[in-house]
């Protein structure tokens, strides 16, 4: 059998069906040079494809959207929520950034790495100390969003970057499958036990707004792929299975 699937999936790449060659983009083949990368399959619309993406726990086309959200990192200070003290921190220290993680389990602790539960603990910073915070794949884990973000605004640097990833229940595919089945993709029971809180685009606009960011940007995993650089929020919101979301301190919230 495997070796049949191995087979097949020779043909499809052969073909080029469901299978996309990733876009010429310096900066992220330069970062494969020393880190890890592998063929991985996502969604986009109702077609799921296969590509080389570089290895983390959210969908290909994350990870690279975000680093090529990220200007230099030379003498600035970025927190990695649940980023533990893998791959992705040390590719964001690779782009110059002095790097804080937070998480939850961490074989061992220093000034760099804290283990931290969101869900009860404070972030142990100083007001306006990052300019950067990746909230990757973790706004979903949340009890309380709206916390996290009130924590968040406060150690920015009035300047500061927040960019958040989550899945995005609000595409095409996502809605029929509540439709027929009454769950959205990585909210069903077995999956409770760490996605508890399914957070719609619209939902996220308004904890922004409550919590005192500006929404500058939004975009999506598969379109990272598909090279959709112009397209409207309507259209990234039909067809991505993970949406990234670019958000700035409101200097004008009370």
Same mark, same amino acid.
């Given at each position: 059998?495997?070796?049949?699937?191995?087979?097949?999936?020779?043909?499809?790449?052969?073909?080029?069906?469901?299978?996309i060659?990733?876009?010429?983009?310096?900066?992220? #083949?330069?970062?494969?040079?020393?880190?890890?990368?592998?063929?991985?399959?996502?969604?986009?619309?109702?077609?799921?494809?296969?590509?080389?993406?570089?290895?983390?726990?959210?969908?290909?086309?994350?990870? #690279?959207?975000?680093?090529?959200?990220?200007?230099?990192?030379?003498?600035?200070?970025?927190l990695n929520?649940?980023g533990?003290?893998?791959?992705?921190?040390s590719?964001?220290?690779?782009?110059?950034?002095?790097?804080?993680?937070?998480?939850?389990?961490?074989?061992?602790?220093?000034?760099?790495?804290?283990?931290?539960?969101?869900?009860k603990?404070?972030?142990?910073?100083?007001?306006?100390?990052?300019?950067?915070?990746?909230?990757?794949e973790?706004?979903?884990?949340?009890?309380?969003?709206?916390?996290?973000?009130?924590?968040?605004?406060?150690?920015?640097?009035?300047?500061?970057?927040?960019?958040?990833?989550?899945?995005?229940?609000?595409?095409?595919?996502?809605?029929l499958?509540?439709?027929?089945?009454?769950?959205f993709?990585?909210?069903?029971?077995?999956?409770?036990?760490?996605?508890?809180?399914?957070?719609?685009?619209?939902?996220? #606009?308004?904890?922004?707004?409550?919590t005192?960011?500006?929404?500058?940007?939004?975009?999506?995993?598969g379109?990272?792929?598909?090279?959709?650089?112009?397209?409207?929020?309507?259209?990234?919101?039909?067809?991505?299975?993970?949406?990234?979301?670019?958000?700035?301190?409101?200097?004008?919230?009370?």
């Amino acid at each position: 059998m495997k070796t049949l699937q191995n087979r097949l999936k020779t043909i499809l790449q052969r073909s080029g069906l469901f299978t996309i060659k990733a876009p010429t983009d310096r900066k992220i #083949e330069k970062i494969k040079e020393s880190f890890r990368h592998e063929e991985r399959s996502f969604l986009y619309g109702f077609g799921k494809y296969l590509v080389d993406s570089l290895y983390c726990h959210a969908s290909p086309g994350v990870l #690279e959207t975000i680093i090529n959200e990220l200007g230099d990192g030379q003498n600035k200070k970025l927190l990695n929520l649940g980023g533990g003290s893998g791959q992705v921190s040390s590719i964001f220290n690779s782009l110059g950034y002095d790097v804080y993680n937070i998480d939850l389990v961490l074989e061992s602790e220093n000034d760099h790495n804290l283990r931290l539960d969101l869900n009860k603990d404070k972030l142990p910073f100083d007001n306006q100390t990052f300019d950067t915070v990746i909230a990757q794949e973790i706004i979903e884990h949340l009890e309380n969003p709206w916390a996290l973000l009130r924590e968040i605004k406060r150690i920015l640097k009035p300047d500061g970057k927040l960019i958040i990833s989550t899945p995005n229940i609000l595409s095409l595919r996502s809605r029929l499958k509540f439709l027929w089945s009454g769950y959205f993709p990585w909210f069903t029971p077995d999956c409770f036990e760490y996605h508890v809180h399914p957070i719609p685009f619209w939902q996220l #606009e308004i904890v922004a707004k409550q919590t005192g960011f500006s929404i500058k940007k939004v975009l999506g995993n598969g379109d990272y792929f598909f090279k959709k650089n112009n397209s409207t929020q309507k259209q990234i919101l039909s067809r991505n299975e993970e949406i990234i979301v670019v958000l700035e301190k409101n200097h004008d919230y009370r």
